[in-house]
């Protein structure tokens, strides 16, 4: 008991600090009840089984995660795993709560970019009654659940499930714009070597493109296995209702994975025809480097067998060898190019 | 009570204007009883249990989707997943029908063509006593289930399954001609490739020919989950009798798989003989141009040693020194040509 | 009782024409009865529990069909399978019986062969008591089961396992000839590389036999899925004591598909070993060419320089000048043919 | 009973030597009891159920394994497999104690190390109230049981479990700056392709990487299934307690394998990366030798006919003929150089 | 009775011609009680469950065969097996007896080499007190069988289970000498390749260590199922006791296994560095034609400008014309091998 009361004054103390990071909603019966909760209240709130709290924490330091693992009685580990911030997105089950790491799309890209750089994560506890995400920065997928909450709380069940669907359908949905934009590029540079076999096409952006493809798949496949154990496991949340729900987000997960999938083979047809491409450029460069040499070598030979210094050369005396020469010469150029032409080489 | 009057009353309205989208066929033991039925009156129809109800939708719009799914009690998200038109082919489960998305192939195709560009979809939602087809644009396997309709109502059973049997067996075997069309252009580049080595066969189309497998694939792989799917799990439809019409199916759908993994491997193969073969030409290139050289080289060394200036050359003298010079390069290179001969150079 | 009447009599006025195609041997107690059975009284023969009956159907036409149909009462599906004659080897179950497509080598084969160019399909119908063998041409399996038969009547059980393991084995077995050419072939191709470094190494062949491995894995592969199947299932053919026999056939399916993975990978390392050996020869052209332009150039600039018009040039006036230059032509060129014997370019 | 006494007695006369090798803690209700414990008396402490004994034996001798096998009764193929010390990392379950091989990351490592020399054994024997650890150089992981169980004893539990975790978990993260060291070095390469075309990359270190990775995987992949292992199966130490901190280092290593795939993959593109690199880069070389041999070929041409000998050549006798020569040159070849830019040549 | 009687009758004439071949130990309750015994005893002796018999037949003609299978009892599939000995590793089970089939490695091998002649089949039969060894040339396996036979007869048990784990790890570790030559000669071709960049590597024996991993995996996988086989089913010969002996010969096939495949993935990053070094050094050839021609063709355009016969060339006057123009060639030639230091050419 006395224990309690040490806490909870505390508590009260950092209510001030902390409630800019922290903040709490509370639902009963599909009203929004309040906001202005003090963190020190959380416990009490919690053994109100009818009532669901939406805790959101943003960039929490030391002492907010001292005060939610008192509230919350969090496992250390899953304490550990949030503030660590570089996770595979993972679910891990704890006795009292479901612990669900999760990496929200952020972009822009580059090709060098690291995995850390294009994903933001969002850490998420979820108890019978209660969910707490923790983010970093402003992310789009709390927006989303603090727009709908408000606008309707009237639909927020008694549940978390409800709120834990929107995030993972607003994260989900979040990839598929960094999808199109690599399906665009694709296309484009699909169009670049296809159309018009003038143009050098650069291997550097497509193995960016490949790259890209690499940090989508290494963060979509973990979220595939998180949705796969959500429903395979037997969860509080998952009711019987919200399960299509769950589905649904599966399914997109699915032909997200299957769209990289398929994206990385046709970059793999598009760097072998990179690879004809310069095999036969450079077939046409010596192409050209031998009927440019043997016409100017011909010619050069004409040259230098009227420049011999024989005593003794009938064609010199000829008034009009000069001209003659010089017509023979032409006279191979263009048979050796009408030749060339015969056999293809130009 | 009072809400159902008022929703038949704006069925009953609306009935003009859906029934160019909306298709109603009745089915009472074997005897195809009207398609002159009202909008409204479907959900009265449905709790009837001995008749069978086949309602087909062309292209719906937002208050035939309202309708649709007062009549139905559809769930939202199936509903969603039928209007959004970009789905993978796949089979949903919900309390009280199975929603399943398939697509048509549709064809003619380009190398840059997308997945929806060659496929249409075709969303079916199948009840206990129902099919309801939702399509876009006119489909051959609707048109074939209509045909089958009214060439033997006496035929249909009174479960939907007969009804899916012919949508999903139609929209397999529509696959084929696809298959055989890649099938007979495969030959056409082997026989190009090994047949003459004259030629130079172009990467391009064998690329835009893996690109069209990949697409294939994309859709036949999913199909290939929704029918092993519908064979494994109990459906309301998928009696002892038709079970080995889906199987069927389910074969032919393997075979394409096959097929399409065999010509994979078939095009890597071609891909390899093209890279081999730029690989000879340059080769030989490569060989022409030192054989021209060489020979060029020579007679011109043999023209410039006799266009030298020294005093005291005796050939020069020589009255026939000019023709033995000739001679000389003539001979070197009927000497060269003997030589590249012999070590298979030319 | 009316419609059996009509049948059978239809079935009598038949029997002449049918009995060119259909051939019907009875077994009891191990004792070959009669092959001059009418194909009327097969349907009667088959209510004989303890006979065995084995009906050979060679390109049956239309009629035939509809009387196998009528006798033996088999599924529409399979009797359509049977009749189209490009089936993967499959299985698929039906109440009465188990229908079985396989697919016998025949060879001898091309390159561009297809897959039905090199295989013969035979399709059987296997119940309690009767084995139905369907081929369109000449089977070495079907005579080797007639064979078989009739040498050692007393052997063939009443149930027809037997004689499906006969059909099995002989049709698995007329693989390895196949395997064994291609083998042989392989070794060629190899010893041609490894041997001596001079010849070049089509790649053509060697695609060739890629493609034949890959047919060949096409048809091997789905067998061993049937001999699986048929082990795993309880079917009523497959007794404790042959059951020994089955398995042995599946291990040689086992062992088939082995040696076709481990060619397939050999293969790939000959398509290595002819890639590198264009690309050292493309090497060695190179040097070539550029010891020869360097000896030749090296002469002509000596020839040239001596060709120059300078009023003071000494060792034009030298009586030896031309021998001197003559000379350091030979002396030049043998300094760089050791210069490059040094460098190992020659 | 005779047997145990000469045992003891031989025990005894060891412990002078083996204490150089072997150190024994005990630990009671959370108190480290002792570390100077006789190795002779250690039957006796593993009877009594509420200790928990720690052996840490270093280096052992033939001596050393044949105590620990009397004192703990190991049987002899764990003892034969610790001995060995080229072991994979895996789990064997004896019926009264587990024997698990693991290994721990030492580097520094070169492209030609094996796995031998970048990674160090540490087997472990655990049995109900025991743990066993052998090694045969100074290791980081038992340093790190030591430096917990000193600092605080208290933590310590009656299973073996703890100090098993700690010894899973430093050795799992121990492979992270590795990992870490190969990421960076990538980065680099990579920023070195992509960066600027001048600088030619040498392929070495790309395959020093690639084989660097390759033994990481190694060690990590068993490492993994080791893990899966102690996970799945009832352990005596894996209490409902601990079962999380397991999960935690699995997720590691998960992670560990999730990060050298990608980075495979990097580097697989990498490589491409390189051959083009060196593909077009032959296509520049090839482009300026054409160039250059096409301007000076001309000039020389132009040089050669003016050095014709024929009596009437109205240009030798103009007065500025010599210097109209020489611009015709330097003419032919800036016409030349505009010619090959137009075409991007140059 | 009858036909026993004749059965041993004959057998014991054939004893004399037997026993070259087959040799007989029996062992009773830890004694090797006898090898001399005839052939024709073994069926009473196998009546005796108290008594262990090891059959060694070495290289069986049919006689042989048929006394075994009069003896024994063996299936006709399994004698069929033993006969032709090209099997792949195996089990089969039969009611009587256990068949397996092993292939010991023999070695040395050449690249062209197949399965068949760098592994020696050895077939086994065990039944519920007997082991039957059949082998075609002396075997090392079975000497070690023999060996420990004779040293320590008092260690056999009663089931032959531990005569064949002594098979098993004998032959399983014979694969090991194979692996470690095969890992000497990768470490010799890796040091070539990174070591110095002068010596042309050749592909050939790339490729042949490539295809001797082959036939090593072609054998060792098979291995490892027909273990894995023996470890998962209830066999009469493996006893809790020996358990741990056969889970350690299957962690060191386990451990072949992985060794064989990151060696394959070894040798493809060696034959990537062979291709890129070739495609290097092409380069370097086309760069020092490049160099070679543009320094001698432009000597050579100098030689040609001042061979001109223009009447008025000032310099051709000029008493130190000739030297002033051999000073310009040997300038320009400095100037061009500057430039091409610069670019990084030479």
Known sequence: MHRRCRRRAAARRLTGVLNNM???????????VSREVEVGRI????????????????APDDETWRVLQEEFDFHPLAIEDARKQNQRPKVDEYPNCLFISLREWTGPQHATDD??????????????????????????????????????????????????????????????????????????????????GREVVDLAPVLGLKKRLLLLRQTVAPLRDVLNHLLRVDNPFLTAHNRAYYMDVFDHVLRLTDQIDIHRDILGGVMDAIMAQTNNRLNNVMKTLTVISTILMTASLIAGIYGMNFKNM??????????????????????????FRRVRWL
């Not at 416990?43 to 943003?58: A, G, Y």
């Not at 010199?316 to 030749?339: E, H, Q, R, T």
């Open 22 to 32: 922290i903040s709490v909603d509370v639902c009963q019966n599909g009203n929004s």
């Open 43 to 58: 416990s009490d709130l919690l053994r109100q089984r009818h009532k669901l709290l939406w805790v959101d924490v943003d």
């Open 115 to 196: 995995l850390t750089d294009v994903t933001r994560e969002i850490d998420v506890f979820v108890g019978k009654n209660y969910l707490v995400t923790v983010h970093h920065s402003s992310s789009k997928a709390i927006e989303e659940i603090r727009k709908r909450w408000e606008a309707h709380p009237e639909r927020i069940e008694a549940t978390p499930g409800a709120l834990l669907h929107i995030l993972l359908d607003t994260i989900v949905d979040g990839y598929f714009p960094a999808m199109d934009a690599i399906d665009g590029e694709i296309d484009e540079v699909e169009s670049a070597i296809y159309g018009n």
């Open 314 to 339: 009938p064609e010199l005396n000829d008034p009009n060898g000069y001209y003659k020469a010089l017509l023979m010469m032409v006279l191979s150029a263009v048979a050796l190019i009408f030749f």
